[in-house]
């Protein structure tokens, strides 16, 4: 397992949710709050006003179980919470967690980051976290799930092999997000990138400090999942 080697300790993770299938209004993942490490404190923060947030509230968005909405910003727990998440890093298993990742053991860097690197997806909701990475955060080094695979590149992934190439371009004619980004296997739509890291990943691949390649396939037969390794310089 070739296991990443830049890791960044990052200062802001964006939280993201997703319908549910049943919800009936599409999946398209919305960032609805930041996380931010203070001097004194994590601090969660809804983002109120912003456009995925308005669209995620009116996809049926209530807030996090633990944080409710009528509070804006939280200030008490949020570590915590988010870190029950995560596997205890004293279990036997916590390696093979890790590994999976492509993240290296023992883990250097803090739950807040291991969050930032894993997701922190749990089955039981629509949640989950990335790294709001900044221009100052290199050399570094992310795993990323192509997300829509199934709908750009349908569930025939037999094309596809580890350690092939992948570019990135601005999908101009999406007439859900105007600003999507595409990931282009051989010339062809593969997916998109998650919303939370499109403006960050196009910054990087247009000022050619970006490569990528698929990094592993798995999933199930109607819903391939494809991940992609990206190294920035």
């Known amino acids: 397992m070739n296991t990443l080697q830049h890791l960044i300790e990052p200062r802001h993770l964006l939280l993201t949710w997703q319908p549910g299938e049943a919800a009936g209004v599409g999946r398209t993942r919305r960032v609805v709050a930041e996380i931010i490490r203070e001097d004194d404190a994590v601090v969660l923060r809804y983002l109120l006003g912003t456009e995925d947030y308005n669209v995620a509230v009116n996809a049926g968005f209530t807030g996090h179980p633990a944080f409710p909405l009528s509070t804006v910003e ?18 036997e298993d916590f ?8 993240l290296p053991n023992p883990f250097p860097l803090s739950d807040l980051a291991l969050l930032g690197y894993t997701g922190g997806a749990l ?8 790294p709001d990475f900044a221009d100052e955060d290199v050399p ?7 997300a829509g695979v199934r709908h750009v ?16 371009v601005r999908d101009n004619e999406n007439l859900v997000d105007r600003d999507a980004l595409l990931v282009v296997h051989h010339g062809l739509p593969l997916g998109y990138v998650n ?7 196009a910054k990087w691949a247009e000022g050619g400090h970006l490569s990528a390649r698929i990094d592993r396939l798995n999933g199930k037969p109607g ?3 494809v991940f992609a390794r990206l190294e920035v310089a």
């Open 74 to 91: 939280h200030r008490s727990g949020v570590e915590e919470a988010f870190s029950r998440r995560l596997p205890p890093r004293k279990r």
């Open 95 to 102: 390696g093979d967690f890790l590994a999976k990742h492509r």
């Open 123 to 130: 089955p039981s909701d629509g949640f989950a976290l990335v």
């Open 140 to 146: 570094c080094d992310y795993i990323l799930e192509v």
């Open 153 to 168: 590149r349908g569930t025939d992934v037999s094309g596809l092999i580890v350690g092939d190439l992948l570019t990135f």
């Open 195 to 201: 919303r939370a890291m499109r403006h960050r990943i």
């Open 223 to 225: 819903r391939p999942l």
